[in-house]
């Protein structure tokens, strides 16, 4: 069973990067956390992300055999599968629905560099997952506190 939510996005090809920039408002990241949950639960097989024009496609599916943590494989000009492991899908799982819960993200994106599945053949994909609320930056200084570093 695949899943289908309609997200603001952007594709952009450069020379050597394709990028995407999805964009998970506070209105749809309800349905957003529901469907990757379902994901991780193995509940659908995949979540198709399509633009609002309908003129851009992004399948996530999970692979808990992946070695890295997201791979892409192309399906078309305009679209790509996107493939998570197990970690991948929990990091995104846990940081939307702690953005739910609180109303705010710790961060304003995640980033996240899909790697192609078939190196031969394929271009990667840099995937922009973007929140309208979120905590203010911090200074270099406050993350090496925070991690233990200084």
């Known amino acids: 069973m695949n899943k289908l939510i309609r997200l603001p996005l952007s594709w952009r090809r450069k020379d050597t990067t394709d990028s995407l920039f999805i964009r998970i408002g506070s209105e749809t990241n309800k349905e957003w956390c529901l469907n990757l949950c379902l994901l991780r ?5 995949s979540l198709t992300i399509i633009d ?15 070695a890295r943590r997201s791979a892409v494989e192309r399906s078309q000009s305009r679209g ?5 492991s197990r970690t991948e899908l ?5 940081f939307f629905l ?3 819960r609180d109303g705010v993200g710790e961060v ?13 053949t ?10 309208a609320n979120a905590l203010p930056p911090i200074s270099g200084e406050e993350a090496r506190r925070r991690l ?3």
Do not use: C, M
């Open 122 to 131: 394929a271009r990667g994909l840099g995937i922009l997952l973007q929140i």
């Open 80 to 84: 790509a599968d996107a493939f998570l």
């Open 52 to 66: 609002e024009e309908g003129s851009y496609k992004l399948r996530v599916l999970l692979d808990p055999s992946l």
């Open 90 to 94: 929990d990091y995104w799982a846990t």
């Open 41 to 45: 639960e193995r509940l659908i097989d």
């Open 98 to 100: 702690k953005y739910y």
């Open 108 to 120: 304003n994106h995640l980033d996240v560099e899909a790697y192609p599945r078939n190196p031969n």
């Open 148 to 150: 233990g570093l200084s």
